[in-house]
């Protein structure tokens, strides 16, 4: 931030456009002197010292010393007869900056950054006037100096106030509030309150929910509360609470979303499993004598939004899920035949790639029962070999290849042309800790 915005503020400085100066004073025994002070060219504002320091309760101090600028013009003047015009060059040297910078967010969430207080003092101006008449201009000096010390503090503090709103305003209000997923949710980013400046850090309370895009409801728990370690080795961190993973799991399942059939053209070529009555009569007999050789599905659907933790340990949940079985029959429509209802251990590597927040699963064993389908049992009664099943892994735990969403993962709340590297991925309980330090990249 220090280096860009001191970059940015030089340009801006640089282009400072002053108005022309005019007035008259009076010299002991010549009489009343007229000046005019036109086309005043600023060549270069620099910055050589500066620094951005954390305001608690306030926001940001930008403060600039011996700072120093060049410029020149032309001059006329005129008293009596006598009529004299010429060019000059001017130096301003020790120039101080204090820029407050007051950070808030606004009735949409997002966040607003004013100049609250902007002091500018120059301690010396230098000035080389051309021309013949030289004790004319030692008087002239004198008159102008403070005009032009005064015109250059005012405006700088204009054209830092400019900028803030500007362009600093602006570009912080590419921070997203909310972001699109995919066709059917969103995610909340807006800011929860106004951004706390801290003696160490800037901390932003972000409100981190997912919602659906068709019809917004309240989430039925709360958010438990985040506190982020004391660590400062990175530039940023960003925590993620269980809340967070939770309101998506909440409205992917009210979106119907987690409801996946599992048909035989999944099933990856080269294995000899087939999903039909033929396979499954050897778990049960009577599937044959009911539907002979019929292609069969199953429905996976999640009875209630899976609810995950975090720990120390890492991500974890064990969502219910009911597998229904159907026989598909000539007509196309699907016979139910019998309802599993399963309970698995999953966990999940969590990454960060290109601002997103990617992931994969890493699943255990199911465990669980049989019980009636729609239809009722098979043929007044059905024996059902569970452990058996082919569902079942063949190895205590396996990673299942990563679901589509997931790998594309979740974009995390940057403003824009801002990219991570170095970055920290831990597990605290209740919350996912990211660390990372970050680059600019300039248009």
């Not at 969103?186 to 981190?208: C, E, M, N």
């Not at 196309?332 to 019998?338: D, E, G, H, M, T």
């Not at 009664?381 to 997931?406: F, Q, V």
Request: glycine share 8%.
């Amino acid at each position: 931030a220090h280096q860009q915005a001191i970059k940015f503020l030089e340009q801006e400085l640089g282009q400072l456009k002053l108005q022309d100066i005019s007035g008259d004073f009076r010299v002991l025994r010549v009489g009343k002197v007229h000046y005019e002070i036109s086309r005043l060219y600023l060549r270069s504002f620099h910055l050589p010292h500066s620094s951005i320091s954390l305001v608690p309760g306030v926001g940001l101090q930008v403060s600039i010393s011996n700072a120093f600028a060049e410029l020149n013009g032309n001059w006329r003047v005129k008293f009596y007869f006598i009529r004299d015009h010429g060019s000059f060059d001017l130096k301003v040297e020790h120039v101080y900056i204090k820029i407050s910078l007051q950070l808030g967010s606004d009735g949409l969430g997002k966040p607003t950054i004013g100049t609250s207080a902007c002091s500018t003092r120059i301690s010396k101006v230098h000035v080389h006037f051309s021309g013949k008449l030289g004790w004319l201009y030692n008087l002239f000096y004198g008159a102008v100096e403070s005009r032009f010390r005064k015109i250059l503090e005012k405006q700088v503090c204009e054209s830092v106030a400019k900028s803030v709103r500007g362009e600093l305003q602006p570009y912080l209000r590419t921070l997203p509030v909310t972001a699109k997923i995919d066709a059917r949710t969103g995610i909340d980013y807006s800011l929860v309150a106004s951004p706390t400046a801290t003696a160490r850090s800037l901390d932003v309370d972000l409100k981190g929910e997912f919602f659906s895009l068709a019809r917004r409801s309240a989430v039925p728990f709360s958010p438990l509360p985040l506190a982020l370690p004391p660590d400062h080795s990175h530039m940023v961190y960003f925590g993620a609470s269980s809340y967070f993973f939770n309101t998506a799991a909440f409205t992917y399942h009210a979106a119907g979303a987690l409801v996946f059939d599992i048909t035989d053209a999944v099933i990856p070529k080269g294995i000899e499993f087939h999903l039909n009555t033929t396979t499954f009569s050897a778990f049960i007999p009577q599937l044959e004598k009911m539907y002979p050789n019929t292609a069969m599905k199953f429905r996976l659907s999640a009875p209630s939004a899976p609810f995950l933790s975090i720990g120390p340990q890492g991500l974890s949940l064990q969502p219910v899920v009911e597998v229904q079985a159907y026989a598909i029959l000539p007509s196309s429509r699907p016979a139910p035949l019998f309802l599993l209802s399963l309970v698995r251990n999953v966990s999940a590597v969590i990454d960060v790639r290109s601002g997103h927040l990617v992931g994969s699963l890493k699943v255990g064993r199911y465990g669980g029962g049989a019980s009636p389908g729609q239809g009722g049992w098979l043929g007044g009664g059905c024996l059902l070999r569970t452990a058996r099943l082919p569902l079942t892994p063949p190895s205590p735990s396996h990673t299942l290849p990563s679901p589509e969403r997931l790998d594309q993962g979740f974009p995390l709340p940057l403003p824009d042309r801002i990219q991570l590297s170095k970055i920290l991925v831990r597990f605290q309980q209740n919350f996912l800790l990211l660390g990372a330090d970050v680059q600019y990249q300039p248009r």
